[in-house]
């Protein structure tokens, strides 16, 4: 990865930038660090929840996000609003891999194909997260999301 100009680093968002209102906005998921709302069919809201821990991993989230973005990775979200003080604002994706393995293979392991192509785009995604110098050392099943038949 060599260095990229100011230009190409920024990915230009078609989108207007969130006002920060989460009033009538879809809740999709929560955890420990915050609450995931959808704004539209492209992008999600992550917001804290108030705590101090809450706060202290958003902005965690913000600052890795910060290396993340400096080059576009197919297999990484995209987060579209690094500085807005409300929360950040993400690509949306379809749903977990887990969900969708569950789904789509209920009563079968899915091929062999399938899985190897799921493990390759993990594995590629986590190498570029490493690139970025940022440790993810608890790869679940849930931390992977799946949009446009890709891993993220």
């Known amino acids: 990865m060599g260095e990229s100009s100011e230009s190409s680093r920024k990915r230009k968002s078609k989108y207007k930038p969130w006002?920060?209102?989460?009033?009538?906005?879809?809740?999709?998921?929560?955890?420990?660090?915050?609450?995931?709302?959808?704004?539209?069919?492209?992008?999600?809201?992550?917001?804290?929840?108030?705590?101090?821990?809450?706060?202290?991993?958003?902005?965690?989230?913000?600052?890795?996000y910060r290396r993340l973005n400096q080059q576009h990775n197919n297999h990484v979200l995209w987060?579209?609003?690094?500085?807005?003080?409300?929360?950040?604002?993400?690509e949306r994706c379809d749903d977990t891999i887990r969900k969708r393995l569950r789904s789509r293979y209920r009563n079968t392991a899915p091929p062999e194909d399938v899985v190897k192509r799921w493990a390759c785009e993990a594995?590629?995604?986590?190498?570029?997260?490493?690139?970025?110098?940022?440790i993810q050392v608890d790869g679940k099943l849930w931390y992977f999301l799946s949009a446009a038949h890709k891993l993220r």
């Open 19 to 64: 006002d920060g209102n989460i009033h009538n906005l879809e809740p999709l998921g929560n955890g420990v660090s915050g609450v995931v709302l959808g704004i539209d069919e492209k992008r999600v809201a992550k917001i804290d929840i108030g705590s101090q821990r809450s706060v202290e991993d958003v902005k965690t989230e913000r600052n890795i």
């Open 79 to 90: 987060c579209y609003e690094l500085d807005n003080p409300s929360g950040l604002v993400l």
């Open 123 to 134: 594995a590629k995604g986590l190498a570029y997260i490493h690139r970025c110098r940022v």
